[in-house]
């Protein structure tokens, strides 16, 4: 699966960071992919959480 996160839209939260710390980070308040190719399902889990639908997973 290909992991993006729209950093126009991301508010900083860290819900993807917590559920899926392999697959995102934070940095100065914005979350990075650092999977960018990823089987991991808590990247998929993370995409629906996200408050502001930041993360697209496909
Ligand atoms: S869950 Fe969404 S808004 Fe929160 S840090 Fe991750 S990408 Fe940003």
């Known amino acids: 699966m290909k992991v993006e996160v729209d950093k126009e839209?991301?508010?900083g939260?860290?819900?993807c960071v917590s559920i899926c710390g392999d697959v995102f980070e934070l940095k100065d308040g914005k979350a990075e992919v650092k999977e960018k190719e990823?089987?991991?399902n808590c990247a998929k889990e993370a995409e629906g959480l996200c408050p502001v639908d930041a993360?697209?997973?496909n």
């Open 13 to 15: 939260c860290g819900a």
């Open 9 to 11: 839209k991301c508010i």
């Open 55 to 57: 993360i697209k997973v």
């Open 38 to 40: 990823t089987s991991k």
